[in-house]
């Protein structure tokens, strides 16, 4: 397998990596047909766990509290909504104080889903759920 590897945002906000890989079997005479046996989930699995066991190495040789774990957070056994990726784009937006209808959604949702988390957790009555955006600008800076 031949791989490439593209490193983002080091010493940033959001660092992380992109990793390609060739899905062709490469012997002397160059790249041959696909190999769909890459496809199978034991290989990303594998990928997954010893990513995390060589980063979290790195972590602690620079004596970083941080870890990361390649689990799922239901396999973690973490009852939470995993983040909705915005990109980077929409955050730069915002951060200019201008609303992205984007974030506007997300925050109507996010604000729904805890309010029903809390209703079930508590065995509350539920109340009814946003129907429409907030004002413009809710949590989004100026409000341009």
């Known amino acids: 397998m031949c791989a490439t590897i593209a490193f983002h945002h080091i010493g940033g906000d959001n660092p992380h990596f992109h990793l390609m890989t060739t899905?062709?079997?490469?012997?002397?005479?160059?790249?041959?047909?696909?190999n769909r046996d890459w496809n199978d989930k034991q290989y990303l699995d594998h990928?997954?766990?010893?990513?995390?066991?060589?980063?979290?190495?790195?972590?602690?040789?620079?004596?970083?509290?941080?870890?990361?774990?390649?689990?799922s957070l239901k396999a973690q056994g973490i009852d939470r909504e995993p983040t909705q990726h915005q990109g980077p784009k929409a955050f730069a937006m915002q951060a200019r104080g201008v609303v992205?209808?984007?974030?506007?959604?997300?925050?109507?949702?996010?604000?729904?889903?805890?309010?029903?988390?809390?209703?079930?957790?508590?065995?509350?009555?539920?109340?009814?759920?946003?129907?429409?955006?907030?004002?413009?600008?809710?949590?989004?800076?100026r409000g341009r």
């Open 47 to 71: 990928w997954r766990a010893e990513w995390a066991r060589y980063a979290n190495h790195a972590l602690t040789l620079a004596n970083s509290p941080a870890r990361i774990d390649h689990r």
């Open 23 to 34: 899905m062709r079997d490469i012997d002397q005479d160059g790249f041959k047909n696909k």
């Open 100 to 141: 992205v209808d984007r974030f506007r959604r997300v925050m109507v949702d996010l604000v729904t889903m805890l309010k029903a988390r809390r209703v079930a957790r508590q065995g509350l009555s539920p109340s009814p759920p946003i129907t429409t955006p907030p004002r413009k600008g809710w949590g989004m800076g």
